[in-house]
């Protein structure tokens, strides 16, 4: 509270009120795959559009190479050509899948390069390595103190501890190495001879720092890092300096101290002429075999945050709604990415049924191994044209499905099932189902995409693969993460606020105007907000032992919109009758 000292008018600002909400994303897509370079570790990386797509993580993958794992660029491009905005991407490699790499030709080991992730991408990677300088002066004046040479300088201004540098008198050259620079006096490692002195304004004697430029080249890709330095000490120092470069690393690997300098002397003199330019071209790289992918190279593995791969590397992900690995399906991989969304409650998988499941009982042998609320089948696979084989091909359903579940919740709502919705850029179906087999296979929870006449290629389904009936459909379920994650996102003002009747009204205030708002928008069932949702918070949800512990309970009811599934129209013959 606060204090009145002197008398006067004082005006104060508090609030009453409940806390307007902003509502989460529904459409933000995550998608696990092969890819022809990319990062294979850390946190997924987003993805805007397909062109964002091919420069981070490459172009198509041919058959021949990459077989029935190829299909994360046509998916993540068709979930974008069918109404998706964003998308987080984790790359899958083979376990043999190797970097290319290359060393800076010189007599004794210098720089290590190595492409900055596995693949062939890395052999078309050429470093250009040419000398610098960041900081270059005349010494003035030598100075002795107890037999310790030390030398005033014009300007000290970049002259670092631990810089190499190199003095030139137009005929020769000596280097050295920075002690300590303090008030325009540099101490050296070693004593330079008493004619190093020039106070000219145009000095012919100087000394320079001793850097180098790297310009990495990939494609239209190109990459410059001026200025950098092997001194381990310095900002500039390589391992540093490189660290941001999407294309390579970069360490060096010489010995430490003096030795330092004899072996790039050459290069990073920057008046020396035998040697002002080193061009390097990694070779070896490998795509690895895809005889060697198996299900926990799409699992991934959890080595904690920022180092976590395949399907575990969305942990560190808060903001993906909607999940796919397309083309993979492999039961053991399907299941944990399931488990995945299950687990944080935050998220719906979509799932792919295997390309030659083209029978009923086949359809139905791979729907039985799911029984979940927060996952959907898919089938049959989709025909578009490649643009790489100049020819049509069959694609996996899931990248276009979650560009439809983007497409449908932007225009209609998270609540509107997305079904009877148009399947864009696909020219056909690798199968047909007819509507015998859909009147066995909808019920089961397996969503197929059909042909209609004069209507394109629709989806025809929206159920998800659970046997428990109150979430057999896909909006329900996404309708309800998405009011959790709403809920869940705007209420942490709450959290050590006093937990008496003035937080409790505010709460439920603040829930009631959401789920009042959504109820208008026509997410929720009812003719009245009594009938659509119900919101309770006070002593009859709490106990004073919950009160005593910390805990606010509110409960929350509401009641999702479900879709038309079975329109019915029932029509009777009506007979005239005649007027008396």
């Known amino acids: 509270m606060a204090e009145y000292l002197s008398p006067g008018v004082y005006v104060e600002e508090f609030e009453s009120g409940g806390k307007p909400m902003e509502a989460v994303g529904t459409s933000t897509a995550g998608f696990v795959g092969l890819a022809m370079r990319g990062p294979v570790e850390g946190v997924p990386q987003l993805i805007t559009n397909f062109s964002d797509f091919k420069r981070t993580y490459g172009g198509y993958l041919s058959e021949n190479e990459f077989g029935e794992y190829r299909f994360l660029a046509y998916a993540v491009e068709h979930f974008f050509v069918n109404g998706g905005s964003r998308c987080f991407v984790a790359r899958v490699a083979p376990n043999d899948a190797k970097c ?31 000398p610098a300088s960041k900081a270059k002066t005349q010494i003035l004046e030598i100075l002795e103190n107890g037999g310790e040479k030390k030398y005033r300088v014009k300007n000290g201004a970049g002259f670092n501890p631990g810089d190499v540098v190199v003095y030139t008198d137009k005929t020769t050259s000596v280097y050295n190495r920075v002690v300590k620079n303090q008030d325009n006096v540099i101490t050296f490692a ?14 012919a004697k100087t000394i320079s720092t001793c850097e180098f430029n790297v310009e990495v080249k990939y494609d239209d890709i190109v990459e410059l890092y001026e200025n950098v330095s092997f001194n381990i000490e310095a900002s500039n120092y390589l391992d540093k300096k490189v660290a941001k470069s999407d294309l390579i690393t970069a360490h060096y690997v010489g010995e430490a101290g003096e030795e330092i300098v004899a072996p790039f002397t050459g290069l990073i003199a920057e008046d020396a002429d035998d040697m002002g330019l080193i061009a390097v071209s990694l070779s070896g790289g490998s795509n690895g075999s895809v005889s060697n992918i198996s299900a926990a190279d799409f699992i991934g593995v959890d080595n904690g945050a920022g180092k976590r791969t395949g399907i575990q590397a969305f942990v560190d992900n808060d903001v993906v709604s909607i999940m796919a690995v397309p083309g993979v399906t492999d039961p053991n991989v399907q299941l944990m990415l399931v488990a995945h969304c299950e687990n944080l409650a935050s998220r719906f998988a979509v799932l792919d049924m295997p390309r030659d499941a083209k029978k009923v009982q086949d359809v139905l042998a791979h729907r039985d191994i799911f029984d979940t609320n927060y996952g959907a089948l898919y089938h049959p696979w989709l025909e578009i044209f490649d643009p790489l084989d100049k020819k049509n091909i069959a694609i996996p359903p899931s990248g276009s499905i979650m560009g439809i579940y983007a497409r449908s919740d932007n225009s209609r709502g998270v609540h509107k099932a997305p079904a009877n919705e148009v399947v864009r850029a696909c020219v056909g179906l690798d199968c047909q189902f007819n509507k015998g087999e859909q009147d066995i296979l909808n019920p089961k929870g397996v969503n197929l995409i059909r042909v209609f006449p004069g209507q394109g290629i629709r989806v025809w389904g929206a159920r998800t693969a659970t046997s428990n009936p109150s979430w057999k459909y896909v909006n329900v379920r996404r309708l309800f993460i998405f009011i959790e994650e709403t809920i869940k996102a705007n209420t942490s003002w709450a959290v050590f606020e006093p937990n008496d009747e003035t937080l409790w009204v505010r709460v439920k205030r603040t829930i009631s105007v959401f789920l009042n708002g959504l109820w208008r928008s026509g997410s929720l069932a009812g003719s009245s907000p009594e009938e659509a949702f119900f919101v309770n918070i006070g002593r009859d949800t709490m ?17 999702p919109v479900k879709p038309a599934e079975f329109v019915i129209f029932r029509i009777s013959q009506k007979t005239s009758e005649s007027a008396d």
């Open 100 to 130: 290319a790499k290359g060393q800076v030709p010189m007599d004794a080991p210098v720089m290590d390069i190595a492409a900055k992730n596995p693949g062939v991408w890395g052999d078309d990677i050429r470093v250009v390595i040419t």
């Open 543 to 559: 106990s004073q032992d919950d009160i005593d512990n910390g805990r606010l309970i509110c409960v929350i009811g509401v009641a």
């Open 190 to 203: 070693q004593e330079y001879p008493e004619d190093v002195v020039d106070r000219n304004l145009l000095p």
